[in-house]
Structure formats: structure tokens, C-alpha cells
């Protein structure tokens, strides 16, 4: 195969990824040309403006008398940018604890890397291996501290930690070089054989040839079934057993449209459900709250006051009467 080398191919390759930046430029020239024409931030705004502020010596002064302790949450979603802020905190902070799982990173889209806490961890077992970022992140967190992990699990039952160990342990350790050691969990639950298994698979036969609607009405049968049989759950408010409900149980599915179907067989069989309402923001309701909110935040803030806001407070205030008589 030559093509790779051709002398035209390469050059039309070279200028394609030269449009992609420069249209991505453009982009996002444009972008923060109308922040700034409408006095807007982003999130990403915010976090820059975070750390400018923390680079002003009065702003980590006023910090340094104010923060004893500095817990970040979800460390495996942090960006390099989040990452930035918290070394300035841990910086003026008398203690750091960062606490993590690079197993549930699924903020990838916003320019987190799970990678940076795998890192991290490994800048502490083997200094030789330190990127610079993560240098200066365990010289400003740990200190003397070293990595702990938390590997038991107190909330799950023991045949769910097996399965998942089972099934992610070498996964992980396959695709993501993480040692098994930091993905599998020991189980410290004790519990009675009553509650049955703790997974359970219900194939439905034929479900290819099946319609949205018909695979829907077999997922709402299943569950009434289950129910019917007395399934016993644990109830951690009562730290006793009981028998469980449908306000115990979640379906899971992969559209909306499959979850209005399952919703609808539920109530065909006078069982009551909840989905997520899908618009909310869009309605006209949401909208009047929105603009009032925007004109609280800023009263010169032009969006608030527009025509469409107006229309939308005409049409709120119409359908609160109506709702009134």
C-alpha cells in the first residue's frame, strides 16, 4: 500500500486538516465575539476566570487565612484546566483529599482525562514516571500523604461485587493498563439467602421480530411478575428486610421513545410510573422563569426584556388565570 506516501494525497490531506483548524479558529472567534456582544460566560469562562483570581497574591492571601481543607470529588472527571485550580487551592490550603475513580470518568466530551488521577497514583508508587502536571500535583497534595485505596465496598451485596469484578477487572487492566488490584473490591455486607439472587437475566424470545411497543409490554409484565412473587429487598432506612414495590424499581432503557412505551404497558397494567419530562426548559413556563431570573442576575441584561420574553410572560400570565377560574 502506497497510497499513505503519494505526494497529492498527502498534500490534500495537509490542507483539509489546515480548513478543519481554521474553521474551528473561526468557530470559535465567533463564538467569544458574541459572549462578549451579549455579556455572557460559559463554563469554561468561569474556570478560566477561577484561576486568575487565584493567581492574584491578595486573593490566595485572603484564601490562605479562610481554607483549613480542600476536598475535590470525582477527581477522574477533573480537565487539566479544574486541575490547575485545585493545585492554587491545595497550594494555601493546610490539607488536600482528592478522592476518585477512574472507572466512572464520563465527563471525556468536556476535556476531563481519567488518565490524570491514574497518573497521579502512579507518581506515588514510581516518582520516575511524574509528567510534570501531576508533579506539581503531588507536590502540592500529598506531601507526606500517600495513595489509599478504597477497595471495600459496604453498600452492594457480595454476588454484584463478584460479577463486577468478574467482568471489569481485566477489562480495565487490559484496555486502560489499570492493575486489578485498583479495580477489584471486597465485599463487607452480610446478608440472608431470603432476598434471593442478586441478578437476574429474563431473555425474551424472538424480541428481534418484537415492536417497540410489544418488547415494552413484555418489560412491564416482567416486572409485575417479580413483584408478585414477594422478592424480598433490603431497605437501608429500616436496615431490615421487606418485601419490595414498584416504587423500588428502575428500568433502564435506551431512548426516551422506550421509555414513554414502557411507562404507557406500566399503566396499562394500573401501575403507576415516572419518566423525566423531556423540553421542561422549553416551555413557556420555564422560559418566564429563565428571563426573570437573567434580569435578577443582570437588570441591564438585553435577553430578559426581549420581545419573546414578553410574549411568553403574556402567555404565562393567560395560562395562570386560567388555571386560577
Known amino acids: 500500500m502506497r497510497h499513505p506516501g503519494h505526494p497529492r494525497l498527502r498534500a490534500d490531506l495537509h490542507e483539509l486538516i489546515n480548513l478543519i483548524f481554521e474553521v474551528a479558529a473561526r468557530g470559535m472567534g465567533a463564538y467569544e465575539r458574541l459572549k462578549r456582544e451579549r455579556g455572557l460566560l460559559d463554563f469554561v469562562d468561569q474556570e478560566v476566570l477561577a484561576l486568575r483570581l487565584l493567581d492574584r497574591p491578595d486573593t490566595l492571601d485572603m484564601l490562605r487565612d479562610q481554607l483549613d481543607l480542600v476536598l475535590?470529588?470525582?477527581?477522574q472527571d477533573t480537565s487539566p484546566l479544574q486541575l490547575a485550580i485545585f493545585l492554587k487551592l491545595a497550594g494555601v490550603a493546610t490539607r488536600s483529599v482528592w478522592v476518585g475513580d477512574p472507572k466512572q470518568a464520563i465527563f471525556g466530551f468536556r476535556g476531563t482525562d481519567p488518565a490524570l488521577m491514574d497518573a497521579a497514583i502512579e507518581s506515588l508508587v514510581n516518582p520516575s514516571r511524574d509528567p510534570d502536571l501531576?508533579?506539581?500535583?503531588?507536590?502540592?497534595?500529598t506531601s507526606q500523604s500517600q495513595v489509599e485505596t478504597l477497595n471495600t465496598s459496604y453498600r452492594s451485596r457480595p454476588e454484584l461485587?463478584?460479577?463486577?469484578?468478574?467482568?471489569?477487572?481485566?477489562?480495565?487492566?487490559?484496555?486502560?493498563?489499570?492493575?486489578?488490584?485498583?479495580?477489584?473490591?471486597?465485599?463487607?455486607?452480610?446478608?440472608?439467602?431470603?432476598?434471593?439472587?442478586?441478578?437476574?437475566?429474563?431473555?425474551?424470545?424472538?424480541?428481534?421480530?418484537m415492536s417497540g411497543a410489544t418488547r415494552a409490554h413484555a418489560v412491564a409484565a416482567g416486572a409485575r411478575a417479580l413483584l408478585d412473587t414477594g422478592a424480598l429487598i433490603w431497605d437501608r432506612h429500616t436496615r431490615s428486610q421487606r418485601p419490595a414495590t414498584f416504587a423500588d424499581v428502575a428500568i433502564l432503557c435506551r431512548t426516551n421513545d422506550q421509555c414513554r412505551q414502557v411507562s404507557e404497558a406500566l399503566g396499562q397494567l394500573g401501575i403507576a410510573s415516572v419518566v423525566a419530562r423531556v423540553g421542561l426548559l422549553d416551555s413557556a413556563e420555564a422560559q418566564v422563569l429563565i428571563a426573570?431570573?437573567?434580569?435578577?442576575?443582570?437588570?441591564?441584561?438585553?435577553?430578559?426584556?426581549?420581545?419573546?420574553?414578553?410574549?411568553?410572560?403574556?402567555?404565562?400570565?393567560s395560562i395562570s388565570t386560567l388555571n386560577m377560574r
Open 292 to 317: 426573570g431570573l437573567e434580569l435578577w442576575v443582570d437588570p441591564r441584561d438585553r435577553l430578559g426584556t426581549g420581545d419573546d420574553a414578553k410574549k411568553d410572560a403574556r402567555s404565562f400570565a
Open 161 to 209: 461485587v463478584a460479577i463486577t469484578n468478574a467482568v471489569f477487572a481485566r477489562a480495565f487492566s487490559l484496555h486502560q493498563g489499570m492493575p486489578e488490584a485498583r479495580v477489584r473490591l471486597r465485599p463487607d455486607r452480610h446478608e440472608s439467602p431470603e432476598l434471593g439472587p442478586a441478578i437476574s437475566h429474563w431473555p425474551l424470545l424472538g424480541s428481534g421480530r
Open 72 to 75: 475535590v470529588d470525582e477527581f
Open 134 to 141: 501531576v508533579a506539581a500535583a503531588i507536590d502540592a497534595v
